[in-house]
Nanobody, 123 residues
């Protein structure tokens, strides 16, 4: 499964962005999709995940009131709607996919496919 993110950019604090992740290849193998982010000098942190089958959602506490993950399985796309953005949200955002059963969706090691990332800058 190959993943390509888009939709990043620069935005003022309080603004919104919607990130997209397009999957290609053996997309039927996807079990769960997720968004992570990584700021310079920091760890890559879990943001949100969604199961491709029943659409179950899980969010990091830090973003659950502001970010929304969604999917369009017909288009093999996953989205991350980000509202009320803060300067602390500045990071590279990565889409991830797992083709296996996921026991803890918050762990980077649960995902075996990653995109190249898209930069989000909030000023």
């Amino acid at each position: 499964v190959q993943l390509v993110e888009s939709g990043g950019g620069s935005v003022q604090a309080g603004g919104s962005l919607r990130l997209s992740c397009a999957a290609s290849g053996d997309t039927y193998r996807r079990n769960r999709m997720a968004w992570f982010r990584q700021a310079p000098g920091k760890e890559r942190d879990f943001m949100a995940s969604i199961t491709t089958g029943d659409g179950s959602l899980y969010y990091a506490d830090s973003v659950k009131s502001r970010f929304t993950i969604s999917q369009d399985n017909a288009k093999n796309k996953v989205y991350l709607q980000m509202n009320s953005l803060k300067p602390d949200d500045t990071a590279s955002y990565y889409c991830a996919a797992s083709t296996a059963i996921v026991f803890d969706c918050r762990l980077r090691g649960s995902y075996n496919c990653w995109g190249q990332g898209t930069q989000v800058t909030v000023s």
